[in-house]
């Protein structure tokens, strides 16, 4: 059998801030508009969708590989955090990723680098409490990366609902010049939220990982129902929760999407969001629901 | 006498960020570089300088004008500061401005703003401990102009040299891609530093704030005669400034110009630096001088 083309290759792979910023002038010399897709690797369908969608505008998609230390506590998995590059170019090159910036952590922050950015209240709810200096870390890594790509747009997945929400607070507060797409969370076929951390789990832990999938359905079907207490709500959502040993609850909430303050009764447009740790593996899912009456 | 040519106009002056960035874009398209030079108003003779250093490299200059109301503190002069701008728009037409953007609070912090950036180490020494939050609002308000405005360069004076090393470093470590010009201090006739603050003091305290600069003179001149001991040479200044009633120092320090770090004995290039207080009216100064042997 011939090959009438040539597999797509693999994007181009650069670790300097030089070689990107040539290589993203080139692509806006040829008329190419910039989208950027920042991820810490690990890709799963989820970053293939940002990573799609990003393609599908005709932009230069740039996509980062990039394990952020400042976004993690001193407790935090940044050590374990799973760092898949090989397979992640094979991901970038089914997608149609432009080019891959993976820079060491020297071009990310020089040698005495202590510039950092905060959102505040925004970043001081839901996780925020539970991972002191984590917005902090992801504002600070993602301004340095749209000074770098200077992106027309960059992608974000609403998994992780609340740093979207800081993101797009920081780039409207800072007149960042760049437009922010925020995509729908993708799940595996039981429901459980794709992430790179789900790699960590074991079969026993991945079950138990459901759960919060599980509790946040249960918070929809109530409110769907008409139960009109947040706290009812939450408290059924918690004793999903108890059900499983080993499995402790950050915290489940139910707030405005663009705010993230409790809503009570909830009405409208909601997001019901929680954060579940099972050993030393924190998961975050939410849903979006629609509260009528 | 017949007038060949119509004096230069003042160049227009545009408050919104939509509009900043159109006559930008436009200056771009035409092959211009963009400089920015950030100012607060009620400009002298040192902002004079930094604007015809900007218009002389043949880039188009834009000059803001904004008092930043974050970077004072809640007992600071921010409602005294000196406002002048049909006077700062004759300076800018004098000195080849082509753009100034003359922000209203609104449109530089919208509505529940709460983002924000500090620089570590570097913002935390000299005037940091006299004016908290000050830096983290130089910070921030810089960045935000840097984002609308996106300049190739920008001009600042070193009489504010804390703030110089505090930008360049932000500029450094978010890869902010400006390069930052620093120009010289300009003073009056006597030694006087310019400063926009100069017009709050009486005559009486015209003289007094002289003392600072005598003081800065005293200790160059004890280390150009061989004086070793940095805190023997900040004592003599000290005694300078002690000579004065009703004057406050807020501190005088012998330092690394790029570290900002006390250097002890002094060697090299260091930084003479002090921060006086007169009734409610806060004024630095400092000079650069090379300690040999």
């Not at 059924?236 to 999407?257: E, F, T």
Request: aromatic letters at 4%.
């Amino acid at each position: 059998m011939t090959r009438e083309t040539a597999d797509p290759q693999r994007p181009p792979v650069v670790a300097a801030v030089a070689d990107v910023r040539a290589r993203i002038a080139r692509a806006r010399a040829a008329g190419r508009s910039i989208a950027l897709v920042p991820t810490m690797g690990a890709l799963h369908a989820g970053h293939a969708s940002l990573l799609k969608a990003a393609a599908q505008g005709g932009a230069f998609v740039v996509a980062s590989i990039y394990v952020n230390p400042t976004q993690f506590g001193p407790a935090e998995d940044f050590h374990n955090y799973p760092r898949t590059l090989e397979r992640d170019l094979d991901v970038c090159r089914e997608t149609g990723v432009d080019l891959v910036f993976a820079p060491p952590h020297s071009e990310m922050y020089a040698e005495n680098d202590q510039t950092r950015i905060r959102v505040g209240a925004l970043a001081e709810t839901l996780c925020g409490p539970h991972r002191p200096g984590h917005f902090e870390g992801v504002c600070t890594v993602v301004a340095k990366l749209f000074c770098i790509v200077a992106p027309d747009v960059a992608y974000f997945g609403r998994k992780d609902a609340q740093q979207a929400v800081v993101i797009r607070r920081m780039v409207r507060d800072l007149h960042i010049p760049a437009r922010i797409e925020v995509c729908p969370i993708v799940r595996e076929p039981d429901g459980l939220a794709m992430s790179s951390r789900n790699a960590r789990l074991s079969a026993e832990d991945r079950a138990k990982a459901l759960a919060l999938y599980q509790a946040l359905k249960t918070g929809e079907w109530l409110l769907h129902q008409g139960e009109t207490s947040a706290g009812k709500t939450i408290a059924a959502m918690r004793a999903v929760l108890a059900a499983h040993s080993d499995l402790k609850v950050d915290y489940l909430s139910i707030v405005n999407p663009d705010t993230l303050e409790d809503v009570d009764p909830p009405r409208g447009d909601c997001m019901i969001a929680g954060a579940i740790r099972i050993g030393d593996v924190r998961l975050i899912d939410n849903l979006i629901v629609n509260v009528t009456g």
